[in-house]
């Protein structure tokens, strides 16, 4: 059975920290892995990956998927309070998500 | 342009009634999802739409049915609902086949939806 799991469920760190979420996958007929950020309501986007060892950024976060290992990672540096939320990963065939992690960015 | 609208926000039912969610989005996109997320479980894909007239079965579809009769609009309905509908319903939508990696989708803001 397809599925996607995230690690860790929750963190807990202070502005300034560095963090890196983690997103293994293991689906039949991959195709891309999505980042998404939720805050108090909808998802918003953040990254789309579909080639290994690429990595994605914007601003202070940044992403690299490992096809090998059927992973992707979720870096963010200096952490303020404002990227308290869910991250989200979704491996791309039918969208099937992972349970998310909570980050709290403690001032 | 609003993007993508869902009705209502919050809605208590009993169990046994019926009811539809409507989404709306004004980006004139293809693709229409509906999802649902509950504590721990991320989310998971209920029903989707690839186009006006046709919709498909997700990863939950028990319980839940839906109909695209406009490109903009992607409803879904609960025939006789249950506790274990109780939920955050999100839609989405995209312009292509999010599945081809060629495109990702935008949410709406969700419906909290309790069933007694």
């Known amino acids: 059975e397809d599925k996607v799991v995230q690690s860790p469920l929750s963190l807990v760190v202070h502005e300034g920290d560095t963090v890196t979420l983690n997103c293994s996958y293991e689906v039949t007929n991959f195709r891309s892995l999505l980042w998404y950020k939720q805050e108090k309501k909808a998802p918003t986007f953040l990254f789309m990956l579909t080639s290994s060892g690429i990595e994605k950024k914007s601003g202070r976060l940044s992403s690299i998927l490992d096809k090998k290992e059927l992973s992707s990672i979720l870096n963010i540096t200096a952490t303020q309070t404002g990227d308290s939320a869910i991250y989200l990963c979704a491996v791309l065939k039918d969208m099937r998500f992972g349970a998310g992690t909570r980050l709290t960015v403690k001032p | 342009n609003a993007g993508v609208t869902q009705t209502p926000k919050f809605r208590v039912l009993k169990t046994g009634q019926s009811m539809t969610l409507l989404c709306a989005q004004d980006m004139n996109h293809e693709y229409m999802y509906w999802y649902r997320q509950d504590p721990g479980m991320g989310l998971r894909l209920i029903h989707y739409s690839v186009g006006e007239g046709t919709t498909a079965k997700g990863e939950v579809p028990d319980g839940y049915n839906v109909s695209r009769l406009k490109k903009q609009n992607f409803l879904l309905g609960l025939e006789s609902a249950a506790p274990s509908q109780t939920s955050v319903y999100f839609c989405?939508?995209?312009?292509?086949?999010?599945?081809?990696?060629?495109?990702?989708?935008?949410f709406g803001p969700g419906t909290r939806l309790t069933v007694l």
């Open positions: 989405a939508s995209s312009y292509g086949v999010a599945s081809r990696g060629t495109d990702t989708q935008y």
